[in-house]
């Protein structure tokens, strides 16, 4: 995030960058998440609630809706008692066209 911050802004600090990074996730305002990167990813939460599909073989990251796991969530949160407050879910596996290749 830094990197293309810097050339708009030289004079801002690294730490301050990720400082203010760490208040909008903690706000609400953007979400963080490892899409297999090795970076994190930092998301603007605007809109409807979704998460992603990230193929381990080609990358490929598939976006798709909260309303395909809000019914697992309740579930999760029935069977336990638990209340789930992420707001963005990440799952790593294969996509069809790698499988096609296997």
Same mark, same amino acid.
């Given at each position: 995030?830094?990197?293309?911050?810097?050339?708009?802004?030289?004079?801002?600090?690294?730490?301050?960058?990720?400082?203010?990074?760490?208040?909008?996730?903690?706000?609400?305002?953007?979400?963080?998440?490892?899409?297999?990167?090795?970076?994190?990813?930092?998301?603007?939460? @605007?809109?409807?609630? @979704?998460?992603?599909?990230?193929?381990?073989?080609?990358?490929?990251?598939?976006?798709?809706?909260?309303?395909?796991?809000?019914?697992?969530?309740?579930?999760?949160?029935?069977? @336990?008692?638990?209340?789930?407050?992420?707001?963005?879910?990440?799952?790593?596996?294969?996509?069809?066209?790698?499988?096609?290749?296997?």
């Amino acid at each position: 995030m830094y990197e293309q911050i810097h050339p708009l802004l030289p004079a801002v600090n690294p730490s301050t960058v990720y400082r203010a990074l760490e208040r909008l996730v903690k706000n609400g305002k953007i979400s963080v998440s490892d899409m297999g990167t090795g970076s994190a990813v930092y998301e603007s939460i @605007h809109g409807e609630i @979704h998460h992603h599909l990230v193929c381990e073989e080609c990358g490929q990251v598939i976006t798709i809706d909260h309303s395909e796991v809000d019914k697992f969530f309740q579930a999760l949160e029935t069977q @336990h008692g638990f209340t789930i407050k992420t707001n963005h879910l990440v799952l790593f596996g294969v996509c069809a066209a790698c499988q096609k290749k296997q």
